[in-house]
């Protein structure tokens, strides 16, 4: 059975920096997208930054631009969040969640979720920004 599994979350303080990854292996298919997603007590999930395994095309949400860096390492079969100036409201857990459709759209997958129907989803790490 595939899995991806986080790495890398923790308690830091305002203004410090986190690098999550996310490792693949023995996935049955390969994944076309790929991308980390957060969840908040009480707040729905989010869509963080996404990144296209075909071309490298990458999308973040508003809150995290300019802080926050996508970036991938075929060789290894990991992706990683490089997390800088980290905030409160970015304490959640974070997940990494692949889609193995090949037609999946960066944005719309961060917007709306992987594909139920081709999707792998981690097991989430905790991140907690707090003085």
């Known amino acids: 059975q595939g899995q991806l599994v986080e790495s890398g979350g923790g308690l830091v303080q305002p203004g410090k920096s986190l690098t999550l990854s996310c490792s693949a292996s023995g996935l049955s298919r390969d994944y076309y997208a790929i991308g980390w997603f957060r969840q908040a007590p009480g707040k729905e999930r989010e869509g963080v930054s996404c990144i296209s395994n075909v071309d490298g095309e990458t999308y973040y949400t508003d809150s995290v631009k300019g802080r926050f860096t996508i970036s991938r390492d075929n060789t290894k079969n990991t992706i990683y969040l490089q997390m800088n100036n980290l905030k409160p409201g970015d304490s959640a857990v974070y997940y990494c969640?692949?889609?193995?459709?090949?037609?999946?759209?960066?944005?719309?997958?961060?917007?709306?979720?992987?594909?139920?129907?081709?999707?792998?989803w981690g097991q989430g790490t905790q991140v907690t920004v707090s003085s």
């Open positions: 969640a692949g889609d193995s459709w090949s037609l999946i759209d960066v944005q719309a997958m961060c917007r709306l979720g992987p594909t139920p129907q081709s999707a792998y």
